[in-house]
C-alpha cells in the first residue's frame, strides 16, 4: 500500500486516509472510549518511555538493559488509575502478577552484556587483557608448559593431578 502512496500528492493522501477512517469497522462508542479512556493512559506511558530512554541514552548505545516492553507494563501497571493504592515499581519483576507468571514460564537470563554495567565490564576486560601480558611473558610460559607436562605426566602414570594433601570437602552443595 505505501508503494501506491508514493505517486500521490499529500492532498490526495490526506482524501485517502479520511475515506479510509470513514469506513473504520468500529462503533462510535469504541472509538469514544479509545480515544478518552485508554489513549491518555497510553500517551502518558509513552511519554515516561521516552524520557527513561534519554535519561539510560539507550538511542546511543548498541545495547541497552531498557526492555521498552517491560517498562511501559511496569509503568501501567503501578499508575493504574482504577488501583491508586498500588505502590510505584521500579522493576516489573517486583510485582506480585510478574512473580507468579514467571515461576509458571521462566524467563532466559539476559547476555552477559545487559547484565554488566560499564564499569564491570571495563574491569572484567582489563583483567583479561593484564593476564594475556603476563601469560605472554616467556618465563611464566616456560612454567606453564613445565606444569602441563608435570600434569600430562601424572595422567599417564595415574597420580592425583590436584593440589598435594587431603582436600576438606563441604557439606555445602555450592560454595
Given at each position: ?14 482524501e ?12 462510535c462508542?469504541t ?10 493512559v ?26 521498552a ?23 516489573l ?17 539476559l ?7 560499564d ?16 601469560r ?14 608435570l ?10 593431578t ?10 555445602r552443595?555450592?560454595?
Amino acid at each position: 500500500m505505501l508503494l501506491a502512496l508514493r505517486g500521490l500528492e499529500e492532498d490526495e493522501v490526506a482524501e485517502l486516509v479520511a475515506l479510509y477512517a470513514d469506513t473504520c469497522a468500529l462503533p462510535c462508542e469504541t472509538i469514544l472510549f479509545l480515544e478518552e479512556s485508554v489513549l491518555p493512559v497510553l500517551g502518558e506511558a509513552f511519554r515516561a518511555l521516552v524520557i527513561e530512554i534519554r535519561r539510560q541514552r539507550s538511542v546511543v548505545r548498541a545495547y541497552s538493559r531498557l526492555n521498552a516492553l517491560d517498562f511501559l507494563t511496569s509503568h501501567l501497571y503501578s499508575n493504574n488509575p482504577l488501583h491508586p493504592d498500588r505502590p510505584p515499581h521500579d522493576d516489573l519483576m517486583h510485582t506480585e502478577l510478574a512473580a507468579r507468571l514467571l515461576k509458571c514460564r521462566p524467563r532466559r537470563p539476559l547476555p552477559l552484556c545487559l547484565r554488566l554495567t560499564d564499569e564491570r565490564a571495563a574491569s572484567v576486560v582489563q583483567r583479561w587483557y593484564r593476564g594475556y601480558l603476563v601469560r605472554r611473558r616467556t618465563d611464566v610460559a616456560q612454567l606453564r608448559q613445565y606444569q602441563a607436562r608435570l600434569r600430562r605426566l601424572a595422567r599417564q602414570e595415574g597420580a592425583p593431578t590436584g593440589p598435594v594433601g587431603p582436600q576438606r570437602r563441604s557439606g555445602r552443595a555450592c560454595r
